[in-house]
């Protein structure tokens, strides 16, 4: 009986330990400077996986990820340095299954006939002209 009691306490100090290494990930994903595909953790539990297959159109790119908080929706992004192409991305939205409704050439806003999210935006920081896609949803 003993031995059970051992057990339980150490799975709930191992739960604890990671529910707040977690919470310590998703800060750091949320820093504007945003994280590479090298940090496996960031990478793989915090981008979305339509945004993981997104073509590397341009040499440099990094992610960033926004947490739904309250009516604010999630978003998951690649920023890509200003050299990206962007018509191989339209190309891929549309491998996707999604279409383009609101555009100035290929930038735009993305998503499926009926649906309201989740949904892609295609846009350029107007400074260092980065190119920067993100999926955006409610959970």
């Known amino acids: 009986m003993n031995q059970w009691k051992k057990f339980i306490v150490a799975g709930f100090i191992v739960i604890v330990s990671i529910i707040l290494a977690d919470f310590s990930m998703q800060k750091r994903a949320e820093q504007p400077g945003g994280y590479s595909q090298a940090n496996l953790w960031l990478y793989y539990f915090y981008t979305d996986k339509e945004i993981r297959d997104a073509p590397r159109v341009a040499h440099q790119y990094h992610f960033t990820f926004t947490a739904q908080d309250g009516a604010k929706p999630q978003d998951s992004s690649i920023v890509y340095s200003a050299d990206a192409n962007t018509a191989d991305l339209a190309d891929y939205l549309q491998s996707l299954g999604y279409i383009r409704f609101e555009s100035e050439g290929a930038i735009g806003k993305w998503g499926r006939e009926g649906e309201l999210t989740p949904y892609f935006t295609l846009?350029?920081?107007?400074?260092?002209?980065?190119?920067?896609?993100?999926?955006?949803?409610?959970?």
């Open 123 to 139: 846009t350029r920081e107007p400074v260092q002209r980065n190119v920067i896609l993100t999926r955006t949803e409610f959970k």
